[in-house]
């Protein structure tokens, strides 16, 4: 039999992985499949399961169900228990606190985990300076935790972390300690260690940002399931549901209930597009992307009156929010509308509907 070549195989791949804590399933049923090199970002709501997920393929939990394999090995096992432990399987974990050992230098910390793994004093030493150069903070190599930043903690824990070269590396959350300035200078930073390591990783974050800039992956997952997997831009561009639509893009998109009455799909009286975008559907829900929303009146274009909640500033244009009813809509427009909160407000739609989804969420093709 032929043997499948390395490459060929995925770097972490999963398969109906469950987790339960007592009587609460908090994945009922998950399967993923990461190519090696990948850079994957775990998002989705609080309380979706993103640490669980982490902890699972860090060897921190052990699944109840379902299994873990890291380059075609099995680490975890649900009904075996976790197979291989945390030092074994090969993966590093970076974690939202730093956890230095204050007793001990950066050298001293950046080298524990090689003395524990048996290295020895000579090939611990040029690994130390080798990671302590990729994160640039070689001048730094004798001082203790109580001596540097938090900026600069957060370095040596990636570094340690780094240093076994790990073959696939955790992140949960590693940047959220930092001020905003400083993370976007580690953002380039993981990035380039990434690139420069090829560690296959899996990064989870609450920042819309950090994860369409640094993915080569999004899973976006909703109550213990991947909602969406693939690559940033397909997501941005095609999303399968409602729950991806609304949840990623800044700002989020507009979604608009309309029915069918006649050849047009109407909503609040308004008839916004043609009925047969909805295929056999009677009920739908129409995707507007703010930037297919305007103020004031577009000739053709449906107008939908709504009442004016606030306006910011982002990148260059203003971000207007407006509410009809229960729904709120999001708006990307040129000028500051003069408008006070409260106010009525006419908003164009200026496109047709970006996406069609049906009323369970699910995106009509
Ligand atoms: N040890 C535990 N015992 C019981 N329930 C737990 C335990 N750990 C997590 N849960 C539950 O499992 C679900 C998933 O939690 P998890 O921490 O993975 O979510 P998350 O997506 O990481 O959330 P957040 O973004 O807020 O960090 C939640 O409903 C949580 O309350």
């Not at 994945?27 to 090199?37: A, E, M, T």
């Not at 993103?50 to 394999?69: H, V």
């Not at 006070?340 to 164009?348: F, T």
Request: glycine residues 10%.
């Amino acid at each position: 039999m032929a043997s499948v070549p390395n490459e060929a195989k995925d770097a972490i791949r999963i398969t109906n992985l469950v987790k339960r804590f007592g009587d609460f399933t908090a994945i009922p049923d998950l399967s993923l499949s990461v190519p090696p090199g990948s850079f994957l970002v775990l998002v989705g709501p609080s309380g979706c399961g993103k640490s669980t997920l982490l902890r699972m393929l860090a060897g921190l939990d052990e699944p109840t169900g379902g299994e873990i394999a890291f380059m075609g090995q099995v680490v975890s096992s649900g009904t075996g228990g976790v197979v291989a432990d945390p030092r074994m399987r090969n993966a590093g974990l970076v974690f939202q606190s730093y956890a230095l050992w204050p007793h001990m230098t950066v050298a001293g910390n950046i080298g524990w985990p090689l003395k524990v793994a048996g290295w020895d004093r000579a090939a611990r030493e040029a690994r130390i300076d080798e990671v302590l150069g990729l994160l640039g903070i070689a001048a730094l190599r004798d001082r203790y935790p109580a001596e540097i930043s938090g900026g600069q903690q957060q370095r040596v824990a990636i570094a340690r972390t780094l240093a076994p070269k790990p073959s696939i590396l955790l992140f949960d959350e590693p940047l959220s300690n930092l001020d905003a300035k400083l993370r976007i200078e580690m953002r380039s930073e993981l990035m380039r260690i990434h690139r420069a390591t090829g560690a296959t990783s899996v990064y989870v974050t609450h920042d819309q940002v950090e994860a369409m800039t640094m993915a080569t992956h999004v899973a976006v997952m909703n109550q213990g399931r991947v909602e969406q997997f693939g690559p940033p831009r397909d997501l941005l561009a095609r999303p399968a549901t409602t729950f991806v639509a609304t949840f990623l893009g800044t700002p989020p998109g507009n979604l608009l209930p309309a029915t069918r009455e006649g050849d047009m799909l109407v909503h609040a009286g308004v008839p916004l597009a043609p009925a047969a975008l909805a295929g056999s559907h009677d009920a739908v829900q129409l995707f507007y992307r703010a930037e297919q929303i305007t103020i004031g009146r577009a000739p053709g274009r449906p107008i939908l009156t709504a009442e004016f909640s606030e306006a910011a500033p982002m990148a260059g244009k203003v971000m207007v929010t407006a509410a009809t009813g229960v729904l709120r809509l999001s708006a990307i427009v040129d000028d500051f509308p003069d408008a006070r909160p409260g106010d009525l407000i006419e908003l164009a739609l200026t496109g047709a509907p970006d996406a069609v989804f049906a009323a369970t969420g699910e995106r009509i093709e």
